[in-house]
């Protein structure tokens, strides 16, 4: 999927002093949650994107005290990411985890995802 099927009109500001090998953060400030859901949304869903050949990623920005809820799980979804799995969060703060259509599963504690995780190594080894 590329980003040509995502087509908003933005105004930018661009540095054009970077060269085009490094890889570039561009902060987008969004003010209306609507468009910032029309953006977001169909990037996460044709993942990855592409943009001149290059992959680009788009994330949201959350306030601290959210991103302090994240940091117990951290560890927990290194580990999901080894094992193929994609990762987010549902708003606030609960961690998600999905691979193919076979596992959809969200979580409360990181002990508990950690658990899911032997419990699927287990799976996979026997």
Do not use: C
């Amino acid at each position: 999927q590329t980003t040509e099927s995502i087509r908003y009109e933005l105004e930018l500001d661009w540095d054009s002093h970077l060269t085009p090998e490094r890889p570039r953060v561009m902060i987008a400030r969004i003010h209306k949650f609507q468009m910032k859901e029309k953006i977001l949304r169909p990037a996460w869903e044709n993942a990855p994107l592409t943009y001149d050949g290059r992959k680009i990623h788009l994330y949201p920005n959350f306030p601290a005290e959210i991103m302090k809820q994240h940091q117990p799980f951290e560890e927990v979804r290194k580990k999901w990411n080894e094992a193929g799995m994609r990762t987010g969060f549902l708003y606030p703060a609960r961690p998600q985890v999905s691979k193919g259509t076979d596992i959809n599963k969200t979580f409360n504690t990181p002990e508990d995802a950690d658990r899911f995780l032997l419990s699927y190594r287990a799976a996979e080894e026997s």
